[in-house]
C-alpha cells in the first residue's frame, strides 16, 4: 500500500505560482508513475500531468501545457507541480495519484489551489 500527502495549496492572485508537493510511503516500488489530477467545484476530476518514478517521462493536459512543470525526488519519494501563470479556471482541489500495475490506485487526500482574478 501507498500513501500520499500532498502539501502547498492556497489562494494565490491571477498570474501567481504556486508549488505543490507529494511525499509518497509506503510500497512505493509498485508505483510506475505519479501523477496530478484536478477536480474543479462541480466538475470531475481531470488528469493534469504524469511523470514515470524511473525515467522521468511527462504527460500533461493541454490546458496547462507550458505553464505547469511536474518534478520528482527520488531520494525523497516526492513528486513536486509547479504552477505558474495561473487563471482562476485553474481553481480546483489537486491530487496526487500513483498508477500501480493495476491503473491508478494510491490517492492522496488533496489540497485545495484558488485562483483569484
Known amino acids: 500500500q501507498v500513501q500520499l500527502v500532498e502539501s502547498g495549496g492556497g489562494l494565490v492572485q491571477a498570474g501567481g505560482s504556486l508549488r505543490l508537493s507529494c511525499a509518497a510511503s509506503g510500497r512505493?516500488?509498485?508505483?510506475y508513475r505519479m501523477g496530478w489530477f484536478r477536480r474543479a467545484p462541480g466538475k470531475e476530476r481531470l488528469f493534469v500531468a504524469s511523470i514515470t518514478w524511473g525515467g522521468g517521462?511527462?504527460?500533461?493536459?493541454?490546458?496547462v501545457k507550458a505553464r505547469f512543470t511536474i518534478s520528482k525526488d527520488n531520494a525523497k519519494n516526492t513528486v513536486y507541480l509547479q504552477m505558474n501563470s495561473l487563471k482562476p479556471e485553474d481553481t480546483a482541489i489537486y491530487y496526487c495519484a500513483g498508477e500501480l500495475p493495476s491503473g491508478w490506485g494510491s490517492w492522496g487526500q488533496g489540497t485545495q489551489v484558488t485562483v483569484s482574478s
Do not use: G
Open 28 to 31: 512505493t516500488s509498485n508505483v
Open 57 to 63: 517521462s511527462t504527460l500533461y493536459a493541454a490546458s
